[in-house]
DNA sequence: AAGCTCATTACGGTTTTCCGCAATGTGTGA
DNA sequence: TCACACATTGCGGAAAACCGTAATGAGCTT
């Protein structure tokens, strides 16, 4: 047997097409999508109250935003959302996204079933992960296969994510040292902000300051 | 009547069939595709030497480069070859890119038949395009629609992502310059380099370099 | 050809970052 | 309490980035 009812969740038609076909070929032919977040929850929710409900969801995360004003912006509020309300409801995310701590980030907070990245292989990888996840089993495309065992990145302190966010905010060192001082968050020396960014700069192998938070923007840590 | 013979361009192999449905919709059932712009270059040229050529090319612009090292890099390289080649081989461009500019340089350096937005209706638009080419007119989506009257533009230009993804791979200014002059890539003074940037820093209101890779990184330019 | 605009390059000075070293502070175990 | 390790801070010099200005060059109009 398989999932008999499925929503997909992207603003792209072609896409959203391109995982139907994946779908039908799998057998599943109850398929319903939506291009907003907000209309993906309605359904969701509504289904749910008609005793009709999903028996999978397939979502991207980045939504472009048009016209329409959603209250729902991104495929992570939708997870939050849908998750805390339907939990055995299985999630599969879809994405361009290859940042292992957003992956990493959308496991341990929302306990998704499944991340697909969409490349090549994606949609051959999807149907792996359907069939992975109706055996109640976690999927994880290649790419960030590791975000699950890896820990070497996340050895990384809050104080080292607020210093790294202040420079990619555009604030100097020195501003950055006085706005340490002004909230009472310590070290806050321009010496001692010199220092952790060295420090930071060897664990992620990176060239000078640009270079740092161009990696710890890849990685999803910021 | 309609095209009879189309190829695919496109690295997801999702959209690849997405696209398919597309076309099977319109009635068009030789399709062929390629996920890499060297499988397509050969195959349009083996094509046409066996007198058997396509009648439509629909490829995107960005390809992900992976372990094959490929001669041609991208989409617009593809078209080019193609294009000084059989100049009368209609080619459909399908990206997610929606920058003026670079619709314009498409147009009027390669004579491209038809430019579609990757988008919400992307697929819908697709299939007008299909139409509007097979009789002779070109057609644009309507997010680039002023492409060919809007001359104003404070677009960014290839050159400007080149260069701030040079600086978020750790490169210095200095670095840049050297790199730039060795792959005659102009302008390539230091002086030039740093006028660029203070330029960027002020479009995007950036108050550093740091602060300008963020921001350009959030927005998905590089 | 002359005049104009604009892009490119060169250069000097200031600010910021980068880097090593030294001084001070803090906590832990002998 | 002393000694030791380690974090924090301060400082000075080198490198890089930042900024204004001026010279040169390329393209266009008249």
Redesign the interface.
């Known amino acids: 047997m398989m999932f008999k009812k499925v929503l997909i969740v992207d603003?792209?038609?072609?896409?959203?097409?391109?995982?139907r076909?994946?779908l039908n070929n799998m057998g599943i032919l109850k398929i319903d999508k939506a291009?907003y977040c907000d209309d993906a929850y309605l359904k969701i929710k509504k289904a749910h109250l008609e005793d009709d409900h999903y028996d999978l969801i397939i979502t991207d995360l980045s939504f472009?935003k048009?016209y329409r004003d959603c209250s729902i912006q991104s495929g992570e509020q939708l997870i939050a959302a849908v998750k805390t309300e339907q939990p055995q409801l299985p999630v599969i995310v879809y994405s361009m996204d290859n940042r292992l701590q957003k992956v990493r980030g959308l496991i341990s907070k929302h306990h998704i079933n499944a991340y697909v990245c969409?490349?090549?292989?994606?949609?051959?990888e999807?149907a792996q992960a359907i069939t992975a996840v109706y055996n109640n089993t976690i999927y994880l495309s290649p790419q960030v296969s590791n975000a699950l065992s890896d820990k070497a990145d996340l050895e990384i302190e809050d104080y080292d994510i607020e210093l790294i966010k202040q420079?990619?905010?555009?604030?100097?060192q020195e501003e950055i040292s006085d706005y340490f001082k002004q909230n009472n968050k310590t070290p806050n020396s321009l010496s001692s902000i010199e220092k952790k960014l060295n420090k930071l700069r060897i664990q992620f192998k990176?060239?000078?300051?640009?270079?740092l938070?161009?990696i710890v923007?890849d990685l999803g840590l910021i």
Chains 1, 2 share one sequence.
């Open positions: 603003d792209h038609d072609d896409i959203n097409s391109g995982v076909t994946v291009q472009k048009d969409k490349d090549r292989k994606g949609s051959a999807l420079l990619a905010n555009g604030r100097s990176a060239n000078n300051a640009i270079h938070v161009a923007k």
